[in-house]
């Protein structure tokens, strides 16, 4: 059974930086893209940056610049490191294969921006 946690998200004022870890119970790296999402209040969630197993990247627009992502298949781990950040970064994020597998949803990390 796959699990991903998702850490490191916090309080931080605009401008500000956080990194990003989502750790998978289960070897699911190697066999797919692996993609940083985030839901903010009264929204859908969406989809923000996605990395393939050889580290090719996508970005959406409002992220490309701020937001890098990463992973280590040996370590079972991918991260989105955060710079920059704006107040309508705020949301939880969750990491999921993409596209995304409904059993392996976990409950996300918190990320608020203060202006």
């Known amino acids: 059974q796959v699990q991903l946690v998702e850490s490191g998200g916090g309080l931080v004022q605009a401008g500000g930086s956080l990194s990003l870890s989502c750790a998978a119970s289960?070897?699911?790296?190697?066999?797919?893209?692996m993609g940083w999402y985030r839901q903010a209040p009264g929204k859908q969630r969406e989809l923000v940056a996605t990395?393939?197993?050889?580290?090719?990247?996508k970005y959406v627009d409002s992220v490309k610049g701020r937001f890098t992502i990463s992973r280590d298949n040996a370590k079972n781990t991918v991260y989105l490191q955060m710079n920059s950040l704006k107040p309508e970064d705020t949301a939880v994020y969750y990491c999921?294969?993409?596209?995304?597998?409904?059993?392996?949803w976990g409950q996300g990390t918190q990320v608020t921006v203060s202006s």
């Open positions: 999921n294969a993409d596209p995304p597998r409904q059993a392996y």
């Open positions: 990395i393939t197993n050889v580290g090719r990247t």
């Open positions: 289960g070897n699911i790296f190697s066999r797919n893209v």
